[in-house]
T-cell receptor, first 112, second 110 residues
Framework: KAGVTQTPRYLIKTRGQQVTLSCSPISGHRSVSWYQQTPGQGLQFLFEYFSETQRNKGNFPGRFSGRQFSNSRSEMNVSTLELGDSALYLC???????????FGPGTRLTVT | TQLLEQSPQFLSIQEGENLTVYCNSSSVFSSLQWYRQEPGEGPVLLVTVVTGGEVKKLKRLTFQFGDARKDSSLHITAAQTGDTGLYLCAGAEGGNQFYFGTGTSLTVIP
């Protein structure tokens, strides 16, 4: 099976802009979780989608949003970008609840 | 917030040496995972432990889950340069949400 794929791998945006990141899970996996990773805060959970519904949400402002499509592919959107949003954004997929999760390579977002 | 503390935060050792990384929490987890992450890549799952007191071996890596399911350790025997990376533990709360540790950055010097 192909692994989790994320596009784009690298992105440079300006403060105030918005960005959309994409994640394609492993075939058959219905859960997609998004994480933000920074040197200072480590890996922090953003949200999880399961069968097109948000199942869990981390402690991030409303500028961070996501959605999942019927084919389980997921997108996350960040509006009104701030310098502090610069990070590696990771998505992880798993079959369902309680299963092991597998990560994609991440999207490196730089906000200038 | 379920906080997972890892120690040490940084570790630099010579090839061939042994090392242990610790992952501690005041919370009980239904399972715990260990990952290794290389620069610019996503974490790669190494192992999942689910039973208190469980010990799993993966070649030179030995993983242990504490009896109370609040802590875990990763022991590497005869470290190799290929072991270099960021080691992350993650606790699962009822299989729903994962809480990641603070990470241990390991450098193995040839």
């Amino acid at each position: 099976k192909a692994g989790v794929t994320q596009t784009p791998r690298y992105l440079i945006k300006t403060r105030g802009q918005q960005v959309t990141l994409s994640c394609s899970p492993i075939s058959g996996h219905r859960s997609v979780s998004w994480y933000q990773q920074t040197p200072g805060q480590g890996l922090q959970f953003l949200f999880e989608y399961f069968s097109e519904t948000q199942r869990n949400k981390g402690n991030f402002p409303g500028r961070f949003s996501g959605r999942q499509f019927s084919n389980s592919r997921s997108e996350m959107n960040v509006s009104t970008l701030e310098l502090g949003d610069s990070a590696l954004y990771l998505c992880a997929s798993r079959e369902g609840q309680g299963d092991e999760q597998y990560f994609g390579p991440g999207t490196r977002l730089t906000v200038t | 917030t379920q906080l997972l503390e890892q120690s040490p935060q940084f570790l630099s050792i010579q090839e061939g040496e042994n090392l242990t990384v610790y992952c501690n929490s005041s919370s009980v987890f239904s399972s715990l995972q260990w990952y290794r992450q290389e620069p610019g890549e996503g974490p790669v799952l190494l192992v999942t432990v689910v039973t208190g007191g469980e010990v799993k071996k993966l070649k030179r890596l030995t993983f242990q889950f504490g009896d109370a399911r609040k802590d875990s350790s990763l022991h590497i025997t005869a470290a190799q340069t290929g072991d270099t990376g960021l080691y992350l533990c993650a606790g699962a709360e009822g299989g729903n949400q994962f809480y990641f540790g603070t990470g241990t950055s390991l450098t193995v010097i040839p």
